[in-house]
Nanobody, 122 residues
């Protein structure tokens, strides 16, 4: 079992930046690919970005390419999501998740954090 705790959410104006962090504990962090997902009110949870166990491979949803950057530090058991040029439509609860392989499918992630709210004002 791996436990995940997100932090770094908040309120930001459109065009601004936020940096989300997800700290893992429990099982060996480097055994897990990590993903960031988000869920807005009334919408399904959607894939944002993911990173492989070593960090050598990353994946992004099209709407986030060029604006968001995912990275990880296996020595610190941490994955981060740098979000730039934020838009009001980025408003959602953001979750980090762990899985043995990198995938964009939320249903395949067995371990989830509690989420952190990101609100982008226009």
């Amino acid at each position: 079992q791996v436990q995940l705790v997100e932090s770094g959410g908040g309120l930001v104006q459109a065009g601004g930046s936020l940096r989300l962090s997800c700290e893992a504990s429990g099982r060996t962090f480097s055994n897990y690919a990590m993903g960031w997902f988000r869920q807005a009110p009334g919408k399904e949870r959607e894939f944002v970005a993911g990173i492989s166990r070593s960090g050598s491979t990353t994946a992004y949803a099209d709407a986030m390419k060029g604006r968001f950057t995912i990275s990880r530090d296996n020595a610190k058991n941490m994955v981060t999501l740098q979000m730039n040029r934020l838009k009001p439509e980025d408003t959602a609860v953001y979750y980090c998740a762990a899985n043995t392989v990198l995938t964009t499918r939320a249903s395949l992630y067995a371990h989830w954090g509690q989420g952190t709210q990101v609100t982008v004002s226009s």
